[in-house]
């Protein structure tokens, strides 16, 4: 017998079937709230350095302003906005 199935044995008898028989479920990573908090800085610094935007096929200019209305919190672009500083973060160490 698993380790794993002596545990699930034993919980059955504190935690609800509904809860144990349920599908498992992931989670999701906070990068709405991260880009709004802690990584709003580096976010910043990438965005206002032209540097990173070198040989790749985004405006500047949109970028920033996409980051400004994450900021502002009217709209939640987190995906795009994340997708981007990916891109730019990726191209910054090849060059």
């Known amino acids: 017998l698993s380790n794993k199935y002596l545990l699930r044995k034993l919980a059955y008898r504190y935690i609800p079937r509904q809860i144990m028989d349920r599908p498992k479920r992931g989670f999701g990573v906070p990068i709405d709230d991260w880009l709004r908090g802690p990584l709003s800085g580096w976010a910043f610094e990438r965005l206002n350095n032209s540097d990173y935007f070198k040989d790749i096929p985004i405006n500047q200019s949109a970028a920033k ?14 995906p795009l906005l994340w997708a981007i500083l990916m891109l730019l973060e990726f191209n910054k160490r090849l060059q």
């Open 65 to 78: 302003s996409l980051f400004q209305l994450h900021q502002s919190g009217r709209r939640d672009v987190h």
